[in-house]
Each structure stands twice: as C-alpha cells, then as structure tokens.
C-alpha cells in the first residue's frame, strides 16, 4: 500500500573412534525433512517472527515477518534461501509514493529496486580514473545498481491484480528505492534531485533493494509489492 506522506556431511566420520552420532549404514534410512517450523528453530533472527508453514492454493509457503529496515530484511531473504531453500521470494508491505497521482491503497509492483543509501560516487578506480559511480552502484561488479523483478512473478501479479485490488485502488509499475530513513513529505520534496538521479522511482521504502540484492547474489527470483 502506498502513502503520499512517506514514510562428506560434517556428522560424517569413518574413524573407528567416532562419536555414537556418526553413521557408516549405508542402508539407514534418511531422516524425513524438518519442517519449516523446526528449521526457524534453528536457524533464528532476531527481531523477525518466527517462519511457519502455509500453503496457499496447494503451493507450499514459509510466511515471516522480516521487521523493518534493510539488515532485518537482508537477514530474512538469506534465510529463507538457505535454510529454507525456498523457490521464490514474495516481499509485501507498505511503502511511501513519490508520485503525486498515487493514492492511498494503492499497489505497486516493483519492476526493480535500487538502494539510494549505496553512494560511492566519490569512489575513484585506480585502474579506471575516469569512471563515475552512480547513487546506488555497487562498486566492483560491473555497474551493478538495481535489482530487476522475475518477469514471470511480475506478470503473474499484474494478471491477479484485477481480482484482488480495492474497487478505488489503482495498480502501478516500476522501480521502488530503499533507504534507511522514514521518508516524510518535506522530506521526500527535499530529496526530489535524488530521485531525479534515480529515474524518477514510483515508492521509496526501506527494504525491497536489500531482499533484491540478496535474491541477485543467490540466483532466486523475486518481487516487491507495496
């Protein structure tokens, strides 16, 4: 929703002294896979909800609750891609509109995210002198700056959004940056250079570019709706 006043295993072991845990039966039988519940047990961060097990329509779903701001955020993405190994990644929220024709209640879709708080526009490349960062690159990786939806999700989103959106509620598209501020309306008006130089983003919040870049590093898909 969006508001204008924004805001080997390692237990393996074939020494003879091994500890009673250790297994050489090649025909033991495996042990059936933790749930999710079992997993978020074990593999905590603090600050979020704990991940339970869902399913909507027959599609299993590890539901948490990330808190709010980037780390919180980053944290959660990365556990669920590797303790849960989940397939996709599907962020919601709310988030602050930067466009003057957003209403309240309205959706928007991330078609990509970029983290306005990265700046290493001072950054000068011994190797390349004359190279400008711009807001949001992150250094090393080849111009790397936002974090584009899985087309796939964002197509299926767009599709659903008709039968699900409030009569008065508008859906928009497009890019959605994170920062670590609440973002308020004089804020947001001083901040309008900025977001000039960041192609005129549709949301600001204050996680979608870090579950992006995490998703990016891991190779899972993902979408942001706020």
């Known amino acids: 929703n969006t508001n204008t006043d924004t805001d ?9 002294d091994a500890p009673a845990n250790a297994n050489t039966d090649t025909d033991a039988p495996a042990a059936d896979a933790p749930t999710a519940d079992a997993l978020a047990a074990d593999v905590p961060v603090p600050g979020a909800e704990t991940g339970s097990e ?12 990330s808190n709010v701001g980037q780390v919180y955020a980053a944290a959660v993405a990365t556990m669920l891609i590797t303790a849960f190994n989940v397939d ?7 988030a602050g509109g930067l466009m003057g024709h957003h209403m309240v209640g309205d959706v928007i879709l991330a078609a990509d995210t970029i983290n306005y708080d990265m700046d290493v526009t001072a950054l000068v490349l011994p190797h390349k002198p004359d190279y400008v960062h ?8 080849d111009g790397l700056r936002s974090f584009a939806a899985d087309p796939v999700l964002l197509q299926l989103a767009s599709d659903a959004a008709p039968q699900v959106l409030a009569p008065d509620a508008a859906l928009h598209i497009g890019r959605v940056v994170t920062g670590s501020e609440f973002v308020t309306t ?11 130089k960041l192609g005129s983003p549709l949301a600001v919040d204050m996680e979608a570019a870090a579950v992006g870049q995490i998703c990016h590093a891991f190779g899972v898909p993902y979408l942001v709706v706020r």
């Open 8 to 16: 080997a295993p390692a237990n393996a072991n074939t020494d003879t």
């Open 54 to 65: 869902c399913c909507a329509a027959e599609v299993d779903v590890v539901l948490v609750a």
């Open 88 to 94: 996709a990644v599907l962020f919601s929220g709310v």
């Open 134 to 141: 711009k807001r949001g690159e992150l250094p090393f990786l």
């Open 186 to 196: 004089a804020r947001k008006n001083e901040l309008r250079p900025l977001w000039e």
